[in-house]
């Protein structure tokens, strides 16, 4: 079977039944004949609706990154919690595989991401590099699982709750960002399939 007829199946995530594309209607989705799945739908204004709503999570990645997250007040004692202090505290500490990996995984990695997606959105806008849209939907699908700013993000509400008891506690402009950011992720990622920009590509690079 050529590449070209490869294309026009889908495999449904959940059950893995194999199902045949078909051209939708405007605002339809397709779903799963065994379970009931979503398997993809018609976007309107795809490329256009997840640029804008990938510059603001960019906009607000880099908020989440550049002012404080939390101030600490324990008994007169003030202090600011920002990512970037984080990370050079632990490397202060010579915790130096830690500090790589908190720096790749919360920092590096999701930038990466935000930055790429907005990059292929823009190229197909324009329709052009072909190959490097193709070579950065790959970069993204590698990287993806390891971007877990989510993660610490949960870690930082499970800390705030452990000082609740003695310490006052005063939310950041970073702290609003980072959970804009992660709604926003979730939203783009959950509205955005592989499938689709697969899909787009191919409609703009290969028709």
């Known amino acids: 079977m050529?590449?070209?007829e490869l294309d026009k199946f889908i495999i449904c995530k959940k059950c893995h039944t194999l199902h045949r594309k078909i051209k939708l209607h405007k605002g339809t989705k397709a779903i799963c004949q065994q379970c009931n799945t979503l398997l993809y739908r018609d976007?309107?204004?795809l490329i256009e609706n997840s640029l804008a709503l990938s510059w603001v999570t960019l906009i607000s990645l880099i908020i989440g990154f550049s002012f404080s997250i939390i101030n600490i007040n324990i008994n007169g004692i003030y202090q600011e919690l920002d990512l970037p202090s984080l990370i050079m505290v632990i490397f202060d500490n010579e915790y130096y595989i830690v500090g790589v990996?908190?720096?790749f995984l919360i920092?590096?990695?999701?930038?990466?991401i935000i930055i790429s997606i907005i990059l292929i959105l823009t190229l197909m806008k324009l329709k052009k590099s072909g190959y490097l849209v193709k070579r950065l939907m790959i970069l993204i699908a590698?990287?993806?699982p390891w971007s877990m700013i989510d993660i610490f993000f949960i870690s930082l509400l499970v800390a705030m709750v452990k000082l609740f008891?003695?310490?006052q506690l005063e939310l950041g402009v970073a702290?609003?960002?980072?959970?804009?950011?992660i709604l926003l992720d979730i939203f783009i990622f959950k509205r955005i399939t592989f499938s689709d920009l697969w899909d787009e590509y191919i409609k703009i690079y290969e028709v």
């Open 2 to 4: 050529s590449k070209n």
């Open 43 to 45: 976007h309107q204004n």
């Open 101 to 103: 990996m908190l720096s």
């Open 107 to 112: 920092f590096i990695f999701p930038l990466v």
């Open 142 to 144: 590698k990287i993806l």
């Open 165 to 167: 008891d003695y310490a």
């Open 175 to 181: 702290f609003w960002s980072l959970i804009i950011v």
